[in-house]
């Protein structure tokens, strides 16, 4: 299904390369960019400014819940800002609170606070933690290898992989690392100073790792044993990509006495707002009023344009059932995932995930003739190839493409990114 492009008129070309130019000059250049440049996009598919068209199953990593240029996200957004954008934190507005209630009342018991983005729903978090553990002298979080939480400062220092550290150091104190999936490991990690443990309930950055129920469960029990917070990491996770609002809801289901279980805090944002920027922290009832007046601010979190935003996103994913779309559309794509990687075990090497949170692995490139000689993982080359075939993917390490779709993502498009997949996949196989 490779889309034909006609030749590109040279003054298009320019603007691509009139975009690229203010960004060179202009722009820190602390991302490594892909040459595209896009000007407006519809539903899953993102247009260039060279006039191609793309699918986009990366969804702006796990943002883009509802695709691109969602009319009534349009309508709601021209709707609140005609009444009020933003009044600041030092008083009550309605959809800030219907927001706040309509978390909690997918999770239980406790309370909200909103913030900007993922990175400092997380500082929340670790605040929340410090604040509990204060008294006692407790202060230490544990995280996971290869988890990925945040580039503030102490989201480097919570996440576990190096190359985020590298030239930030000293690291904020407090964060050390333990194997994931691995409960020994963290009944062992622990010391008199741990606070909580954070986890990610399926790794992203990492390479769409799901946590285990045993792990989940075994996680509940030591922190009870332990008076430790358990606190997870729904930013990539969650809303509903799962095919339940938190990804542990999914991982647990149909597990025998896990039906009460609940972390005590929970960190969200992208999807959230759907690409309007706003970021959240849950907290559990006993826990919920921690953070007093005074203790945590943020001039814009939970503005009544951010909530108003929000509010339509929870509206149309719950009318459309879209977390059964992402279950079920989820499953369809993994499956053909898995027959690809069983017709083609030389190239793919595992296909993981849950809902519409997707990877593949590919072998290591050494492995992989037409990558072995090229500079850049196999995952980044995979993910060129993918774009001059008209598809958006998103690559986590050497070796991984995620797909983390529009949650309204339709049937005919996801059979037009596998199709896309596939003959990308036999291409390499043959050596192409
Ligand atoms: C699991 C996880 N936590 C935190 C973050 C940071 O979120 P943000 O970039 O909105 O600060 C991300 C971003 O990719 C993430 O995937």
């Not at 996009?41 to 969602?70: E, P």
């Not at 499956?335 to 030389?346: E, F, G």
């Not at 849950?354 to 692995?361: D, H, N, P």
């Not at 490139?365 to 958006?392: C, D, M, T, W, Y």
Request: glycine letters at 12%; one cysteine or more.
């Amino acid at each position: 299904m490779k889309e034909i492009v006609p030749p590109l008129p040279p003054f298009v070309h320019n603007q691509f390369e009139t975009v690229r130019e203010l960004f060179q000059r202009h722009v820190v250049p602390s991302y490594g960019r892909f040459d595209l440049a896009f000007s407006h996009g519809n539903g899953s598919y993102l247009f260039d400014v060279r006039g191609k068209r793309f699918l986009d199953l990366g969804g702006g990593i796990a943002v883009c819940a509802l695709g691109h240029a969602h009319p009534e996200i349009t309508q709601a957004l021209v709707d609140q800002s005609r009444r009020l954008v933003h009044i600041s934190n030092l008083y009550y507005h309605e959809p800030q609170g219907r927001l706040a209630q309509r978390i909690v009342s997918h999770l239980g018991a406790g309370k909200v606070f909103f913030s900007n983005s993922g990175g400092e729903a997380n500082e929340g978090l670790f605040k929340l933690a410090r604040k509990f553990g204060h008294d006692e002298g407790r202060f230490e979080i544990l995280t996971a290898q290869n988890s990925f939480h945040g580039r503030t400062l102490a989201g480097i220092a919570a996440t576990g992989q190096d190359k985020v550290k590298q030239g930030f150091e000293p690291m904020v104190a407090g964060f050390r690392h333990v194997p994931f999936n691995d409960l020994e490991a963290v009944r062992n990690a622990l010391s008199p100073a741990t606070v909580a443990i954070l986890i990610e309930g399926i790794q992203g950055e990492g390479g769409i790792t799901p946590a285990t129920p045993d792990y989940l469960l075994g996680l509940r029990k030591l922190c009870d044993e332990h008076r430790l917070l358990l606190l997870m990491d729904g930013v990539q996770c969650g809303y509903f990509r799962s095919g339940r609002f938190q990804s542990f809801q999914r991982l647990l289901e149909g597990i025998p006495d896990a039906s009460g279980f609940l972390p005590d805090g929970i960190s969200m944002a992208k999807s959230l707002g759907a690409g309007f920027p706003i970021g959240a922290f849950w907290v559990r009832e006993p826990y919920a009023d921690l953070l007093g007046p005074g203790s945590h601010a943020t001039t814009y979190g939970g503005t009544p344009l951010a909530c108003a935003v929000a509010l339509k996103v929870f509206e149309i994913v719950e009318r459309d059932r879209l977390a059964d779309n992402a279950r079920q559309l989820g499953a369809w794509i993994q499956d053909q995932l898995l027959n690809l990687a069983r017709a083609y075990p030389h190239v793919i090497r595992s296909v993981r995930g849950v809902g519409f949170m997707i990877g593949f692995e590919l072998v290591a490139k050494e492995q992989i003739p037409a990558f072995v000689n090229q500079p850049q993982p196999a995952s980044l080359q995979f993910v060129h190839r993918l774009h001059e075939a008209g598809l958006l993917t998103i690559p986590a390490g050497l070796q991984v493409i995620r797909l983390l779709p529009a949650l309204n993502l339709a049937r005919a498009q996801a059979e037009e990114g596998v199709a896309i997949v596939a003959q990308e996949i036999q291409r390499l196989a043959e050596g192409g």
